[in-house]
């Protein structure tokens, strides 16, 4: 059966010689797993792993193709993004989470507006539970339910509702791209517009955003640091990236 993401792959001149492209796809291929990995590592054990692999290793050959030297981007890092945008691409047509769990997530985005509209600071974790009139031991047990079955990440909550762009949509790809000049201003303006989100997180939620996707840490690992269970720590950056895609979702409206 063909995935969604293998129809969008089409024909395309390739930098690489029949011989170099095989080449290049052989050295990198032990990335496809590894990210996968990591993908997995946040999903339920009812997926299967192999099928992340077919998505990465349909990423990795789509990168060699489209890979343009000329770009101030290294192939082995354009290939992590694109091997990760595949993988999240394929979950994403898979409809991964249900009706009730994407009212949840929009529940706790205009909970958290509201309160950061009134109090004009970061909504702490017992406001955000009292209004959704939830006790906060409910409320962690719902970001834990989110983060089990739904695939967020910076680039998911960064992409527009409508993007039927493939890989070359996610945000950490698109940042370090040289467009046309008014797609780099608009890039450029986002990028500030997340700084400053991130800057509005609580002091918590700044640290596992950091450690998580700039140190490339494992949830268990950043849990040993900071002293806190893994339970806690997801819960930590669910909330963090709801957080993230409301303020996002208002720039981009």
Known sequence: MTSAYEKKIEKRRCHFSPLEREDMIRKYAYLVKYIAGRVASRLPANVAFDELVSAGSLGLIDAV???????????????????????????RSMDWYSRSMRKKIQDVEAAVQKIEARKERPASDLEVAEELGMPLEKYYKNLSDIHSAAILSLDACIRSDDSDEGTGSTFSEGIRSEDDPSASIMKKELKLVLIEAIKRLTEKEQTVISLYYYEEMTLKEIGKIMDLTESRICQIHTQSLIKLRSRIRRYKS
């Open 65 to 91: 193709d489209k890979f343009d030297p000329e770009k101030d981007v290294g192939l082995k890092t354009y290939a992590q993004y694109r091997i990760k945008g595949a993988i999240l691409d394929e979950l």
